[in-house]
T-cell receptor, first 112, second 117 residues
């Protein structure tokens, strides 16, 4: 299984942008890059996903390197509610039957 | 609309007892997944259903664990003869499309916290 590497923790101030990196050097051509986050005492929540092109939605932006070996989740203006564990996940094209393999993720702390 | 619901939210049981955990997926979602999260650990995939069928049960930790889904809706995860190492948060998720669709999004419930004394 292709693996992802994320920093254990990051800190930000409220209303500042946050860039959460993820390395996935063994990514294959059919792997989608998914981001989920888990707020305290809650189940994980989908954030965004992409394959090759950068993606934007109401929650965040996903910047994918040209060689796809790394990606960055961008929260444009962090709020206290964004404090969570952020998981970068590779979802294998058609062979993983929906199995999301979660790593340890990045604990994001947002300071007021 | 309503999200994924799970019951009970908390369950405390004695070692050796059987427990049943319930998951109500989002209406119309065909795929359903069970994960567990031990204290301070990441999420561990257990099993998935496409409709009422579970094609691969190899993710279940032992033969004390079983799961079923009826009517393409509610699912039950049963743990027989519980052990202390079974203590964890058990999470259920559902998705609209076929399991394994790389575009599909999984919606998670709040989880059931199981404590085995």
């Amino acid at each position: 299984d292709a693996k992802t590497t994320q920093p254990n923790s990051m800190e930000s101030n409220e209303e500042e942008p946050v860039h959460l990196p993820c390395n996935h050097s063994t990514i294959s051509g059919t792997d989608y890059i998914h981001w989920y986050r888990q707020l305290p005492s809650q189940g994980p929540e989908y954030v965004i996903h992409g394959l090759t092109s950068n993606v934007n939605n109401r929650m965040a932006s996903l910047a994918i390197a040209e060689d796809r070996k790394s990606s960055t989740l961008i929260l444009h203006r962090a709020t206290l509610r964004d404090a969570a564990v952020y998981y970068c996940i590779l979802w294998y094209g058609g062979t993983s039957y929906g199995k999301l393999t979660f790593g340890q993720g990045t604990i994001l702390t947002v300071h007021p | 609309g309503a999200g994924v619901s799970q019951s009970p939210s908390n369950k405390v049981t004695e070692k050796g007892k059987d427990v049943e955990l319930r998951c109500d997926p989002i209406s119309g979602h065909t795929a359903l997944y069970w994960y567990r999260q031990s204290l301070g650990q990441g999420l561990e995939f257990l099993i998935y259903f496409q409709g009422n069928s579970a094609p691969d049960k190899s993710g279940l930790p032992s033969d004390r664990f079983s799961a079923e889904r009826t009517g393409g809706s509610v699912s039950t995860l049963t743990i027989q003869r519980t052990q202390q190492e079974d203590s964890a948060v058990y999470l259920c998720a559902s998705s609209l499309g076929l399991a394994g669709s790389t575009r599909d999004t999984q919606y998670f419930g709040p989880g059931t916290r199981l404590t085995v004394l």
